[in-house]
């Protein structure tokens, strides 16, 4: 390659593969070169390489799969938080496909914080739900459901089936519910959730902490959700 006086070697670099995103040779969601491909392809060391891919890095134009390595970013999904919040319709309603995974199930007596949130007392026995959502098979959020088992039991098999809470409130009468209040903030995730969303442990997260509730006002689910920052953006409706 032939290299551009007064114009560093990395930035060149940057410049190039940027072409060949926006050319079409990787397309989103693409993965990109390794780190060794590229310092073959164009004769640098890998110093080089690592600042020009960390450039298209922070510039969100590339992402960074821990264990897996450099992919061309997708499309940001618009995710509006209104009073009637539906994963499933949101990404279907973008022509992408949903799915949601359940990792892990737990029941649990109610802390003072989960109780205060489902206005039960503490010590409630309460049922926990690990997930994660995708789209297309990609993941954009890891959520931390509680729900009260007295009202709820055996919606972890339900859930399991169905890979939705609203079809599995069905399965107990409730065939409509509300979001009743949404808080939003931004963190660095733990490692485990960075893994679940093959994202680094230095990107933060968008964080929400929820209480959904049914046609009564009666709390049904309090939820804490971690979503891709890279990946997702939150419209408050």
Do not use: C
């Not at 600042?51 to 992402?63: E, G």
């Not at 490692?191 to 093959?198: C, D, E, Q």
């Amino acid at each position: 390659m032939d290299w551009e006086a007064g114009l560093s070697i990395w930035k060149q670099i940057e410049k190039q593969l940027l072409a060949d995103i926006a050319s079409g040779v990787f397309a989103p969601g693409d993965k990109m070169p390794t780190e060794m491909e590229l310092v073959r392809r164009f004769g640098v060391n890998r110093h080089t390489v690592r600042r020009a891919m960390s450039a298209l890095v922070d510039a969100n134009v590339v992402r960074v799969e821990q264990g897996r390595g450099a992919f061309v970013q997708e499309q940001i999904l618009d995710y509006p938080l209104g009073s009637k919040t539906r994963f499933s319709q949101i990404v279907s309603g973008r022509h992408r496909l949903p799915d949601k995974r359940l990792i892990s199930s737990e029941i649990l007596k109610a802390s003072a914080t989960i109780a205060q949130f489902l206005d039960v007392k503490p010590g409630t026995r309460v049922v926990e739900l690990f997930s994660v959502s995708e789209a297309d098979g990609i993941p954009l959020a890891v959520a931390t459901s509680y729900l009260p088992v007295a009202r709820f039991e055996g919606i972890v098999e339900i859930f399991t089936q169905t890979k939705s809470l609203t079809e599995a409130f069905k399965h107990f009468g409730i065939d409509d519910y509300s979001r009743k209040t949404t808080r939003i903030s931004a963190q660095l995730p733990s490692s485990r959730v960075a893994s679940l969303l093959k994202q680094a442990k230095n990107r933060p997260v968008i964080s929400t902490e929820s209480v959904d509730v049914d046609a009564a006002g009666v709390p049904i689910e309090y939820g804490i959700t971690a979503f891709s920052s890279d990946r997702v953006q939150l419209i408050v409706e």
